[in-house]
Nanobody, 121 residues
């Protein structure tokens, strides 16, 4: 069970930090990812992190602006988003997987309900 929080309305250039809280004792065994979907567009990969936090992956569109991290003691994964742009506006979802390609949504087993991020120009 994954629950995202931290979304909201922010001006361009601003920052937000998304959180994804997971229930269950096996959180630390899952690789985690963030995806987003804007109105009228397909879901796209944003960032992913390995179960131990040693490997991270980013979409080119967010590289250098977003940072994914996790705290296995708190069963939480984060997405720090800086220098936000209007094109970052979307519903952001966190997801968990045990294996597979980190950038492919179809490889993920569990999904949260999403949190809205709106960036005004």
């Amino acid at each position: 069970h994954l629950v995202e929080s931290g979304g909201g309305l922010v001006q361009a250039g601003g920052s937000l930090r998304l959180s994804c809280a997971a229930s269950g004792r096996t959180f630390r065994s899952y690789d985690m990812g963030w995806f987003r979907q804007a109105p009228g567009k397909e879901r796209e990969f944003v960032a992913a992190i390995s179960w131990n936090g040693r490997r991270t992956y980013y979409a080119d569109s967010v590289k250098g602006r977003f940072t994914i991290s996790r705290d296995n003691a708190q069963n939480t994964v984060y997405l720090q988003m800086n220098s936000l742009k209007p094109e970052d506006t979307a519903v952001y979802y966190c997801a968990a997987r045990t294996s597979g390609v980190p950038t492919e949504g179809s490889e993920y087993d569990y999904w949260g309900q999403g949190t809205q991020v709106t960036v005004s120009s």
